[in-house]
């Protein structure tokens, strides 16, 4: 039952975590904390399925290192591309004061981009850090009685 | 270097054909450059660019970067900013056009992918580009910035193949001597803004007044801009860098990195010209360069070393005429570099093409490549006679205003400069002789055009502009109005008088001739120096410092790291002891409050007590397991209690972190290998069990201890100042927002969160780095 | 409050410092992780005011410090990078030491040392 949860819970929790950004600026919720919740989600599904498990039933996670550094490079581009604009970085577009286009209560304006590479980022290397720690070394595990060198490869 | 490989098949003819067949059908079978054309249209543009503004009179832009402290990115294309963008991006076009070739045959002689490049040319694209911006800034930090970008992009591209150890080592080499001493730069930059108060340089140079302040940082920053031109006693850098492919030579190593160098000498002029002392040193360490840069010359095999002994050599010119200042030496010095340039890359690349074609890459085995190769011989010859001042090139009128501007400043400097430029012709005379005359001893297989095209181009060139100078000049001038703060001209030409310079010329062509007709005894003066300059060089200097630095840092490592505990405990500890007596010393009458329990305090009272006694727990668990569990209960506590005092955001997001770190935990004790079972050496126990001894309990009461009474006065004196809370929750509804703590992270302090997210994808590389040796994924 | 918060900050890093000293490397990251949160425990403390949660606040009463819990937040997360940062580590030191008590640690790494020596002369090699 566990794996039906696991397998289920996942897409919800990208929404959940887009509803966590979306209604950031205006009540709880942060890129950080939506973030976490996908890497819960995630987390999840490796102890229901399994490390190989997980990997096979949500193959896009490969792309995690790609999606952190793109994560950062959304972030330092929504932070300065003021700059080209002749202002101090961070300055955001629309200005202050001036009308925003909203969609919802979700207002497109440049602190969101940079709320999300935010979100990117934290995705990107939570998920790479769960990867490692769930599928470590082949060794792991084994009684080290076992000859091998450790030192020499890995 | 790779040509080595080829060595190992003798040299005869028949084998020489079939390699040239296969070499034809490989090369029929070579990809398309593809990033290699990109990267060469790229600085086509940027030519295209920096000439067009340059005609319209230059330009500059100015944009705030951080008020507060003054800093801004000006970039101006003035005359000087002018003629180094364009000579970097000029030669990068014919440089980097050669180089898709040059690449592409050089990977497939290793045997390497063809993906490798693009590990290349990203690189030679951003240097090209940190070139421009080294030439344009008009801010010294920003000089710096784009500085040390040159010095990080070359130390990629001289790493190139980065399989042979003595590459690697090149690469670390030039990087560790240019960027250590950019730093002097750096102190340079922030003396001057301490004394007047700006970056700007144009501003400096206005406010700029003789003393000690100016001189100190004029010789600072004369030692980042020599080291970065290769001179004496920084110079040790260069000859071993040539073991970068050829492209990275002609291009870094002729007209783009070195020369950053002396741009820097020449953007800073009137500055070091306020101070005697520094103008001197410059003239002294200009001359070194030339005689020693000219001697190592005349005695190297190999042909890159003599080509970059040769470019020490002639930016040691550079900098004698930077040394004795004034308009003429200016306009000279500027002059210098541009024909210096297009002669030393097509030198450079000519090295390249017969290196390509023969497999070798030394003097004593080539030779007799003119009536196999007349077009390659003609143009080297060209640039050859460019670099040796030989009339009917551009080289002629750059030895003309050279012995000008020498002639001027005393009978020494007369003789000094005859006397390098007749080593100069001697040591570029032997390098084309040797090359294109005499016998043939390795026969040159078949090689693309496009290895060939680029040198015949630069010949022209110097021919052309020895015909009608007036381009060059004309950049001359503008540089060298920059570099003299006042108006230069430049008028080279061919004058039929018994003028200085002619007849100096003629003692420089008297004296190289001399040279050329008797080898042996310069060479045996230079194979001495260069043998006196191994024992007791500068390059002996830094092997030394770099192995005492490596000492040291084991003998700390030995040091602290090999007890753990003693190291935590001697931080905690003296740390307790210290804040227990400045509790005691300080009068706290009055000043320790308990607080006050408000309302919902009283929900929060029961929380901390359960933090308490989790933590408690977690201490004395006798099981990694019941620790994990303690921690995680301790970690909802919390959050808990940050819910209750107004903090939903840390809540919300203490709560997630929390069960992750739990996961992590009981991932990471799931698993590890089991240990080792007890050797004897120590007590047998169980291995779970936490060590209780009466020396932990102690300091660990001893830390809490100091903890308490640091944390409780620190909450007892809230300070009595305007918090910037009110400020930042006046400013949020402007920032189209309503939770503060959200718009405070991503909007009002962004800068310290785009730093934190950057420390969490260190954080993500560490964790790849030690359980997969780096491999992301 | 001010001593109720006082007194648990106290708890929170004697524990921990009481954890560092452990032998066992596992209970020496789980005090760093007391340490963490008495830090944050220690800057929510420190907040100036305390009252309702800043978000669209009502001007007549009192509004919860948002600068600490700014800090906070951040600190949070990367808390947590940090101690999956150190569980690699010990999980590299296991695998290569076989042990994660750290008297066997010292002997070990002394017995090594020896061995490591031309490794180390390697890289030395490598820059001189």
Known sequence: ?154 | MDEHRLLGEPADQSRAEDQGRSEDQGRSALPVDRPGWAACAIVAVGFALCLWAYRRGGGSVSWPWAPTLDLRLSFSLDGLGALYALLATGIGVLVFAYGTQYLSLHLAHENRPARERWRFWPWMALFAGAMVGVATAQDLVLLFVFFDLTAVCSYFLIGFDRSETLTRRAALMALLVTVVSAVALLIAAVLLYVRYGTFEIPQLIDRAQSGTTTTVAGALLAVAALAKSAQIPLHFWLPKAMAAPTPVSAYLHSAAMVAAGVLVLGRVHPLLARSDAVLTGLQVVGLASIVVGGLLALGQDVLKQVLAYSTISQYGYVVVLYGIGGTTAAGAAAFYVLAHGVAKSALFMTAGAVTMATGEDRLSRLGGLAPRRPLLAISAGLAAANLAGLPLTVGFFKDELFFEAMHGAGPWMTGLAVVAAGLTLGYIGRFWILLFLGRCRTEPRPTPALLTAPVVVLGVISVVLGLVPGPFSRLAEDAGTVTAAAPVTVLPGYHATASAPNLMALGAWTLGALVLLLPGALGRVSTLVARAGDRLGPLRLYTRTLRGLFGISGALHDREVRNLRTSVAAVLVPAGVLTGWAFVVTPTVGALSVGTVRGIDWLVLPLLGLVTVATVVAAVSRARLGMVLALSVVGFALSGIYALVGAPDIALVSVLVETTITLVFLAALAGLPRDAPPTGRFLPGPEAAPHRQGRQVLAGGIAGLAAFTGVWGFLSAPTRAESIATEFIRLTPGAHGRDVVTVIITDFRGLDTLAEITVLLIAGVGVATLLRKGKLW | MILAFALAVAVLFGSGAYLLLQRDLLRVVGGIALISQAAAVTLIAASLTRGQAPIAPDPSRPVSDPVPQALVLTALVIGLATLALLLALVHRVVVVFRTTRREALTAEETERAHALEPEQQRDRDEAT
């Not at chain 1, 950031?24 to 939506?34: I, L, P, Q």
């Not at chain 1, 995630?42 to 792309?63: K, M, W």
């Not at chain 1, 497109?108 to 935010?118: E, I, K, N, R, Y």
């Open chain 1, 1 to 154: 039952m566990l794996r039906e949860v696991a397998r289920l819970v996942w897409g919800p929790s990208l929404v959940v975590a887009a509803d966590l950004i979306v209604k950031g600026y205006n009540e709880v919720g942060d890129g950080f904390a939506a973030g976490v919740v996908v890497v819960l989600a995630t987390a999840l599904t490796y102890v229901a399925l399994g490390a190989s498990g997980a990997e096979r039933a949500l193959p896009f996670l490969r792309h995690a290192p790609k999606l952190a550094v793109g994560g950062l490079l959304l972030a330092l581009v929504a932070g300065f591309f003021p700059l080209l604009l002749g202002e101090p970085p961070f300055s955001h577009r629309p200005g202050p004061g001036a009308h925003v286009a909203t969609v919802g209560s979700l207002e497109l304006f440049t602190p969101v981009l940079f709320d999300v590479g935010v979100f990117l980022l934290v995705v990107g290397v939570l998920t790479v850090m769960l990867h490692h720690l769930a599928d470590p070394d082949s060794e792991a595990g084994t009684p080290l009685d076992e000859p091998h060198d450790a030192g020499e490869r890995a």
